[in-house]
């Protein structure tokens, strides 16, 4: 164990053992002087901290102290009732600090105790109650501010992990200091409460002479017990006075970057105006009125010559700072230019045009920064993949309703927006036909009319969709990222649900990476899958599938067709239905024309097929597919294991959205029905 841990643990076994153990006078002497050393340690600690969360322990702090203090309380009326002596320091109180006079003493008493509870302590407990509560608040807020900053860029993902890091050691600590409080105030009660029973408890064992002691007169039992009583009680609301003020200091800290000395020197003694006016008015006082003059006038023009040099001061600040300024100004015309910062590119950025600001602006209610925040969070779950930061940003160039989506600095979709309407689209069964703006839905092309928000609950009950501008961004921005997700995977991602596994299965990860595949290859692998839409959020079973066949073979394009039948019960119930499934087939002879043009090369294999074969191909595809299309099915091509990824590539210039799956990634469970068969003939 560290000697810390050992010190603390038997710094509490003492307190335990002063409170059960009849201690000498000398021992509870150094008890008392360790208790108002520590006391003002505390405060001078509390004084000087930047903020509260540097001592995120004082509520821990607050509540040992509270125990020390009352344990020495308990040792020190042991002895004073049962010896009538308590040691030098309590003794010392009683007859220096309260002067001997039971009546001084028992005054001095009374102000400290009522100053510590009813000014300090109560403000304390109210102050950290209304602080906790304010800051439980503020949590949702204060969270939702973070992720605005995290993706409009102002912040990494670590800096916005520290954040929100604060925010909870912040919600935790005001709670905690709000029930600490409460021992605040009730070491207050108990000390007069103790003080109280142990004169009462004094007087009567010297007049009664009760425990083999002499029996003394009133005034004689009132001399021997009250005046210990009084040092006692001296001695222990000392220290609890310095307590209680460091706990309202704490509670009312704001953070700030100055510490308090020199936050107070800058906050009260900067302004001159205030200094020459109090100089004034206490020259005025000791003038006019009978009050000292040797005090008052020396102050007040102690005052006035401070406000002279303050005002001195901040004219030469202020001419420094025009010259700082005009020297930077110059520095930065002579300077070459810095483009380092413009060289970087956004792999997701969404420009719009200055009339969607207020979509983006919380202060005017918009929630499509909230909505972006969502997205990343959607797409992490069904595919597993870490998606980038989304930027946003208004663009001049771009009319006021207009936005675009740029995946790695190149403009891939866009559309327009008239702000205040909604788009109302035609699933194919209204009942009546609406009037409105006609326009085009952005991302699926679909017929649609703006409508406003009056007619909104009119066009919903013809059967219409009807969707708001933020929801039409949202969605076009998702399919858009879900289809472009393969190619912002990065090495870095990848690395990092590396990480994530290796917490967990640390032999798979050793034994794959990089003695048999680098993080490269891994990467293109899982690139492979999102481009056609499998989900990688099973990544230990692609890392096993790697594992298995990577000492066999490191080409990609294997490796990911391993993967896809190692996931084929994911991808069997993301594209096939309970029931019977239609599909459409490849003859037999194209299959085996597609694998005799197959070229493989050191840089990977490619299918070389004749054009006049390829045309052929996508005139029988194109004929089958309506088949299913017609009948609103989504189209689904089944070929053999060693086919899939070559004819998948040769055709998805023609139908990038036809789902092709090979015998070997259909769940043995499901029923396949073909409808059709493509053909070279």
């Known amino acids: 164990m560290k000697h810390k841990e050992v010190a603390l643990g038997v710094f509490i076994i003492v307190i335990v053992a002063v409170i059960i153990i009849p201690i000498p006078t000398f021992s509870l002497d150094f008890l008392i002087m360790l208790n108002i050393g520590l006391s003002i340690l505390v405060i001078l600690d509390a004084l000087y901290s930047r903020e509260a969360l540097s001592m995120s322990l004082f509520p821990t702090v607050l509540l040992i102290m509270t125990l020390f203090r009352m344990a020495l309380n308990i040792s020190a009326i042991r002895l004073i009732l049962g010896k009538g002596y308590a040691g030098a320091v309590i003794n010392a109180f009683g007859s220096f600090v309260a002067g001997g006079n039971i009546i001084v003493g028992s005054v001095i008493f009374a102000v400290i105790i009522l100053v510590n509870f009813l000014v300090i302590t109560k403000g304390s407990e109210r102050v950290a109650e209304v602080t906790a509560r304010f800051t439980l608040d503020a949590m949702p807020g204060k969270q939702m501010a973070i992720d605005a900053d995290l993706n409009a860029g102002v912040i990494n993902d670590d800096e916005a992990k520290a954040r929100r890091k604060k925010i909870q050691d912040e919600a935790n600590f005001y709670g905690a200091m709000d029930g600490a409080s409460k021992f605040v105030k009730g070491d207050a009660i108990s000390g ?9 408890g004094g007087l009567t064992l010297g007049v009664t002479g009760i425990g083999g002691g002499p029996k003394l007169s009133l005034a004689e039992a009132a001399e021997k017990y009250s005046i210990m009583t009084i040092g006692d009680g001296l001695v222990h609301q000392l220290p609890a006075l310095l307590i209680s003020v460091a706990t309202g200091i704490i509670v009312t800290k704001t953070t ?9 020197a800058s906050q009260i003694l900067n302004k001159p105006i205030a200094l020459y006016i109090t100089g004034f008015v206490m020259i005025a006082l000791g003038a006019l009125m009978p009050f000292p003059r040797a005090l008052f006038l020396p102050f007040g023009a102690a005052l006035i010559y401070a406000a002279n040099r303050r005002a001195r001061l901040d004219k030469v600040e202020k001419i420094r700072s025009e010259i700082t300024a005009e020297e930077g100004e110059d520095a930065v015309m002579r300077r070459p230019e810095n483009v380092a910062s413009l060289l970087g590119v956004d792999p997701i950025l969404l420009l719009f045009g200055y009339g969607l600001i207020p979509l983006v602006d919380s202060g005017q209610g918009g929630d499509l920064l909230d909505r972006v925040v969502m997205i990343r969070r959607q797409i992490a779950v069904e595919l597993g993949a870490i998606v ?3 930027r946003l940003r208004d663009d001049i160039n771009l009319s006021p309703g207009q936005y675009k989506i740029l995946i790695k600095g190149v403009p891939v979709a866009g559309g327009e927006i008239m702000f205040g309407h909604y788009m109302a689209m035609n699933p194919g069964y209204v009942e009546r036909e609406i009037e409105g703006i006609e326009t085009t839905e952005p991302y699926m092309g679909l017929p649609a009319v703006w409508i406003t928000e009056n007619q909104r609950e009119r066009a919903e009950s013809y059967g219409y969709t009807v969707v708001d501008p933020p929801s039409i961004i949202a969605t076009h921005m998702t399919e858009i990222i879900r289809s472009s997700l393969h190619e912002l995977l990065t090495r870095q991602d990848t690395q990092t649900l590396i990480d994530n596994v290796k917490e967990r299965n640390p032999v798979l990860v050793e034994e794959l990476i990089p003695k048999l595949l680098t993080v490269g290859e891994v ?13 990688i959020r099973d990544f230990v079973t ?3 599938t790697l594992a298995d066949y990577a000492p066999s073979t490191r080409d990609i394009d294997a490796l990911t067709e391993y993967a896809r039948q190692a996931l084929r019960g994911a991808i069997s119930n993301n594209y096939l239905e309970e029931g019977v499934n239609n599909v459409i087939t490849l003859d037999p002879k194209l ?27 996508f ?3 194109n004929s089958e597919t309506a088949k299913l299309s017609s009948a609103g099915l989504q189209p689904i091509a089944l070929t053999s294991p060693m086919v899939r990824l070559y004819f998948k590539r040769l055709v998805e210039q023609i139908a990038p959205s036809l789902v092709v799956l090979s015998y070997n990634e259909i769940d043995p469970k499901a029923e396949i029905q073909s409808i059709g068969m493509v053909s070279i003939a």
Not at 192 to 200: F, K, Y
Not at 523 to 535: D, F
Request: glycine share 4%.
């Open 542 to 544: 692609i890392l096993e």
């Open 256 to 264: 700030g970057d100055e510490d308090i000395s020199s936050s107070i």
């Open 619 to 621: 005139e029988s595809l």
């Open 192 to 200: 007069l409460l103790i003080a109280i029973i142990n004169i009462i």
């Open 388 to 390: 980038p930061v989304i």
């Open 523 to 535: 990467q293109k692998t899982l690139s492979n899958l999102l481009k056609e839409g499998v989900s």
């Open 591 to 617: 299959e085996r024309e597609i694998m005799e043009n197959v070229r493989r090369t050191e840089q990977g294999s490619y299918l070389a097929l004749d054009p006049e074969k390829t045309k052929r191909i």
